[in-house]
């Protein structure tokens, strides 16, 4: 069946840290890949998305992300986190004409 | 654009109870998901329509839960009778396409406690 993992349920960074939450994809043939970012008592926002051309994609608030096709991936990373960045990140994929399926989340917590 | 609408923002119940849930999706678009998120099961699709149909509700849980969308801005999902385990955020969402950029808009969803 088509799924979607994310492997760290709970990540704990102190501020300034470099942050990387994996995202993997069973999938087969041309997938569009979405993060969205979930930030506390707030709903769904759209991090940034990649449908086709350059597989490292920059999104909003500093955050990219890179496809690898070979890997099934698309990690999320930053090079510095804030204290405002603790959220739930959620990772999706859909595949043209379906809905998107959605990872269960990572909760990330940044501390100052 | 007002975003998507959801009420009611929380809902406590006992179970047995029917339960309510209401959508307004963002206008023109054709596509309304609704999804629920637990803490166990993350964030699950339980079913989308595209204008105003049923597309895939494989992800409904069982016979207990349905859901209606009677005209472009209008959606429910319905819980009858509602027990303890279907305590969740329930999220709606709406889309332009699916073909081009999937983006989903999400509401701000409904908290539901069955106790």
């Known amino acids: 069946a088509q799924s979607v993992s994310q492997h760290n349920h709970h990540v704990i960074l102190s501020e300034a840290a470099s942050l990387e939450l994996g995202c993997n994809y069973s999938y087969g043939g041309t997938v569009n890949l979405f993060w969205y970012v979930q930030y506390p008592g707030q709903h769904l926002q759209l991090l940034l998305k990649y449908f086709s051309g350059d597989p490292l994609v920059k999104g909003i608030k500093g955050f990219e992300a890179e496809f690898i096709k070979s890997k099934f991936s698309f990690n999320l990373r930053k090079p510095s986190v804030q204290w405002s960045d603790t959220a739930e990140y959620f990772c999706?994929?859909?595949?043209?004409?379906?809905?998107?399926?959605f990872g269960k989340g990572t909760t990330l917590s940044v501390s100052s | 654009d007002a975003g998507v609408i959801q009420s009611p923002r929380h809902e406590v119940t006992e179970m047995g109870q029917e339960v309510t849930l209401r959508c307004k999706p963002i206008?023109?678009?054709?596509?309304l998901f609704w999804y629920r998120q637990t803490m166990m099961r993350g964030l699950e699709l339980l079913i989308y329509?595209?204008?105003?149909?049923?597309?895939?509700d494989s992800g409904m849980p069982e016979d207990r839960f349905s859901a209606k969308m009677p005209n472009a801005s209008f959606s429910t999902l319905k819980i009858q009778p509602s027990e303890p385990r279907d305590s969740a955020v329930y999220f709606c969402a709406s889309s332009g396409s699916l073909e081009d950029t999937g983006e989903l808009f999400f509401g701000e969803g409904s908290r539901l406690t069955v106790l």
């Open positions: 999706a994929v859909s595949q043209a004409g379906t809905a998107l399926i």
């Open positions: 206008s023109g678009h054709d596509y």
């Open positions: 329509f595209n204008n105003n149909v049923p597309i895939d």
